[in-house]
């Protein structure tokens, strides 16, 4: 079999910064990256725009209306199951109430020198060293 057989899946997410923490979520056990961490967002239906579909995918995955801003980063990886494409967008809140959702194992607010000690899935690393990057840059010495 070669890898023209395997399958591609589009995935957003959001960037979500409150108080110097970022929204961070660890998939479900048995899920394809099981226990992996992630940020929070979903696949991109077909005939959906990105921005369509993760402000739908926040609304059901997390009951968490957002504010979906500019294109942040892209990052593809190869994994077993296919290739992942995934598209982060930076957001804002709409809403005060906490997240809440049975669609991951755990959501945390992580303290953005600190996102690197989570277990990533790797399509999230070039992500996280940009935003990393962007942020240590943006904090005054």
């Not at 409150?18 to 005939?47: D, F, M, T, Y």
């Not at 945390?108 to 840059?137: F, G, H, S």
């Amino acid at each position: 079999m070669g890898d023209f057989l395997k399958k591609s899946i589009y995935i957003v997410e959001a960037i979500i910064q409150r108080q110097g923490k970022i929204l961070c979520v660890q998939h479900l056990e048995n899920e394809a990256l099981s226990l992996l961490w992630g940020l929070p967002g979903g696949k991109v239906r077909p005939g959906e725009l990105p921005e369509e579909s993760l402000a739908l995918e926040m609304k059901e995955k997390l009951n968490y209306p957002v504010t979906v801003g500019k294109a942040f980063e892209h990052s593809d990886h190869e994994y077993d199951f296919g290739t992942v494409h995934l598209s982060t967008f930076l957001c804002s809140e709409e809403t005060d109430h906490e997240p809440r959702s049975s669609a991951y194992n755990t959501l945390q607010w992580t303290d953005i020198e600190d996102l690197l000690t989570l277990d990533w899935a790797p399509t999230e690393l070039p992500i996280l060293e940009k935003l990393q990057e962007l942020l240590n840059r943006a904090q005054p010495e």
